[in-house]
């Protein structure tokens, strides 16, 4: 059964740093871009960062921009995101899915597998 599990999640103080691992469980899924998407409790999910099969990489999110890498190794079957100068308002529960249809097309229809996510708390 593919699946996307998500890690490295956990607390952190303002201006620490995180890195989060998307694993997913076909190597052919190598070829596809993977996003990041985060939801904080009681808000809309949004997208954090996104990465295509062939590495080119986005942030949709101008808050992030600057301080979180979106990076992948197909060896590992892994796809990472490097948060950075984290701040209180980045705590959310962090998801990766797999976008079919790229980059570009982000919203809930065009997306396919869901990890269960993984909660990141930036607080002093």
């Known amino acids: 059964q593919d699946k996307l599990v998500e890690s490295g999640g956990g607390s952190v103080r303002p201006g620490g740093s995180l890195q989060l691992a998307c694993r997913y469980s076909r190597f052919t899924m190598a070829s596809y871009s993977i996003a990041w998407f985060r939801q904080e409790p009681g808000k809309g999910r949004e997208v954090v960062a996104c990465?295509?099969?062939?590495?080119?990489?986005?942030y949709p999110l101008d808050s992030v921009k600057g301080r979180f890498t979106i990076s992948r190794n197909n060896d590992e079957n892994t796809v990472y995101l490097q948060m950075s100068s984290l701040k209180s308002e980045d705590t959310a529960t962090y998801y990766c899915a797999v976008a079919p249809l790229g980059c570009y097309r982000l919203d809930e229809s065009d997306l396919d597998l869901w990890g269960p996510g993984t909660w990141v708390t930036v607080s002093s």
């Open positions: 990465i295509s099969g062939n590495q080119g990489a986005t």
